[in-house]
């Protein structure tokens, strides 16, 4: 018999805690499949976030080091500092990214820090119950936005990818969806790229990853996907927002 | 070895080198900015890194990720940048990570002075980060003292897996004297196995981690770190006792501060009234016992604490007088150091008052 599909072996024999329909699943199976992909898996040490993805320091076959809230970019510095040979990524949300850690994003990119930046925006925090994000949409409903995000009182929408493209020391910047197959392949395609930029020390790679929260956003998983497509794509447009040379 | 004239926190920086530290997260704040600066002009030079973060927060982060790819690294600030490191000592300690803080303390709450004091005492040895944790917190008096502790602590870090704390104050990082770069006995330490350097498959993946959603099973993570605590609190308990003997009154004092009181001493002789001094090296484990020990002797009448402080160590004191005695407190605060005289005169009228 063939084997056509199987687990990537950067994933761990661990059954992931995401709710149904949740798309942190289909990202983490995409970084594992780069990192087996570019046979890097002895080399790889991850920066797990807080945040739903909290456990992805027991989802990824490979060492792991657990950050404090937005903190990842800065642990990743550390660690890449003393072992500039291996190949260190983040794994973060929108509320770790965009909010508490927005310093330590925006100087890991400043720097060109040699690292990989997976962040994952679903336009809310997912972990504590579907509070308010920097990424939530204006006139998105959350807990903490119960009449919609109005800008007037809350602002306005962070753009991370634009925002760190405009930046000398970024590498590599490039937002991605995982709403539908088409989609799903770009976006492994981005986040291969962004993990060989490191191998090939290129600096600092950055993809943005929209994805879903069926269970905040109050939706199916399938009209999550939807709600991608026709509400968050039109204000967090996909592609390659700066590629150095 | 030759002596070298060198000040305070270049002396720091230098013994930490020395200590084989190759790795330096620092973000600039008065009165330490030598230290980066020392960092930031060697490191380079034999093969090791400097950074200058964007804040302490990410500073001590760096420090976090560095120390659990396994590197001996340092950080230093002082009393508002510490502040700021405390979500990630917390996370250190909780992780069981070696490293080393340094924090010339100044005068605080807020933004506070830039004058030297030990107004950051709660934070250094009660805690400063949410959790049941410790540091292990050295107070040199001297120059010479700041050396030998900073090169100590790497290995006692390593050793414990724990964050050291070294708490001078602006005095201290700023003064100049002659220093000798002598390390003291190599510990026998153990290899590094839990650290995060990638995995080749010859063993199982390394996490660190402080996060335990089981109650029981975090319960159970913080009873094995109070077990590590005790013994640290066997071990490594370090103080100086200081004509004790025959002492009337035992005045406790650290760093800056018992370099005053020793002068006073022996003015103080002159008078007639003997007075001892028990000065902590360590603040964390405490040095309870000689305390306890000379509250039970009869010559000692009294015990007075001095601080630049609003009197944060006293509470210590007391848990070892136990009540066998009356402690006095005596302090300043703000950036001011106490003169000889002023602790004198304190001296003088505790006495009137016990004979
Ligand atoms: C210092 C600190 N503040 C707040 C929290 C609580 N907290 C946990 S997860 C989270 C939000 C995470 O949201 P996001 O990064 O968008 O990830 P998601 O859960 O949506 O995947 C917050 C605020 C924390 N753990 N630490
Ligand atoms: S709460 Fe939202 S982001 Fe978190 S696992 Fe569930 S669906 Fe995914």
């Not at chain 1, 925002?163 to 981005?190: C, F, N, P, W």
């Not at chain 2, 976090?64 to 502040?83: D, E, H, L, N, Q």
């Not at chain 2, 004091?117 to 709660?122: L, P, T």
């Not at chain 2, 335990?212 to 077990?227: G, M, N, R, S, T």
């Amino acid at each position: 018999m063939t084997v056509v599909f199987e687990k990537p072996k950067a994933l761990s024999e661990v059954p992931f805690h995401y709710c149904p329909g949740c798309t942190h699943g289909i990202i983490h199976r995409l970084v594992a499949e780069a990192i087996d992909d570019l046979n890097i898996q002895d080399k790889a040490i991850g920066v797990a976030p807080v945040g739903c993805s909290v456990f992805a320091y027991n989802y990824f076959a490979c060492d792991m080091h657990e950050a404090a809230h937005g903190r990842a970019p800065a642990v990743a510095t550390g660690i890449k500092r003393v072992l500039p040979d291996n190949i260190v990524f983040t794994y973060q949300g929108d509320g770790d990214l965009a909010s508490i850690g927005a310093a330590e994003i925006v100087h890991a990119a400043a720097r060109n820090e040699n690292i990989t930046v997976i962040f994952v925006n679903n336009a809310i925090y997912g972990m504590t119950g579907g509070q308010m994000a920097p990424t939530t949409l204006i006139g998105q409903v959350t807990t903490t936005s119960p009449y919609g995000r109005d800008p007037k009182l809350a602002g306005y929408p962070i753009k991370i990818s634009e925002m760190l493209a405009t930046l000398d020391g970024a590498y590599y910047v490039e937002r991605v969806s995982v709403h539908d197959v088409k989609h799903i392949k770009q976006a492994k395609k981005a986040i291969k790229k962004a993990f060989e930029n490191q191998v090939n020390n290129k600096g600092f790679s950055l993809i943005e990853v929209l994805s879903t929260c069926p269970t905040n956003w109050g939706m199916s998983p399938s009209e999550s996907l939807d709600w991608v497509k026709d509400n968050m794509i039109p204000v967090y447009p996909l592609g390659v927002k700066k590629e150095g040379k | 070895m030759e002596k070298v004239l060198m000040k305070g926190n270049e002396a720091i920086a230098e013994a930490a080198i020395q200590a084989g530290c190759r790795y330096f997260f620092g973000y600039p704040i008065t009165p330490q900015n030598e230290i980066p600066a020392y960092m930031a002009k060697k490191l380079p030079k034999i093969g090791g890194t400097f950074l200058q973060a964007e804040s302490e927060v990410s500073a001590i982060n760096m420090v976090y990720g560095a120390a659990g790819a396994g590197a001996r690294v340092m950080t230093s600030s002082s009393s508002p940048g510490i502040s700021l490191k405390q979500e990630g000592i917390s996370y250190i300690a909780g992780a069981e990570l070696p490293c080393v803080i340094v924090n010339i303390v100044r005068g605080g709450p807020g933004l506070g002075g830039i004058q030297p004091a030990q107004s950051d005492y709660f934070q250094a040895v009660k805690g400063g980060g949410h959790g049941d944790y410790h540091l292990i917190v050295y107070a040199p008096s001297t120059l010479q003292e700041m050396v030998s502790l900073t090169m100590g602590a790497f290995d006692v870090a390593d050793l414990y897996r724990n964050p050291v704390m070294i708490l001078g104050d602006g005095m201290l990082g700023q003064m100049m004297e002659p220093v000798e770069f002598i390390k003291p006995p190599a510990r026998e330490l153990p290899k590094k196995e839990w650290a995060t350097t990638g995995c080749d498959g010859t063993r199982e993946t390394n996490i660190i981690n402080s996060l335990y959603i089981d109650p029981a099973e975090l319960e159970k993570k913080v009873e094995e770190l109070y077990k590590k605590y005790e013994l640290i609190k066997e071990q490594e308990v370090s103080y100086e006792e200081y004509n004790c003997e025959n002492a009337d009154i035992i005045v406790t004092a650290y760093g800056t501060t018992s370099r005053i009181v020793k002068s006073v001493i022996e003015m103080a002789k002159e008078e007639g009234i003997n007075v001892g001094l028990i000065r902590p090296i360590t603040l964390w484990p405490f040095p309870y016992e000689p305390i306890s020990k000379y509250a039970d002797k009869d010559h000692v009448k009294v015990f007075l604490s001095v601080e630049m402080s609003k009197g944060q160590m006293i509470e210590d004191v007391k848990l070892g007088v136990n009540g066998k005695k009356d402690v006095y407190f005596y302090g300043r605060t703000g950036g001011m150091v106490p003169t000889p005289d002023d602790i004198l005169a304190e001296i003088r009228n505790i006495m009137k008052g016990v004979q």
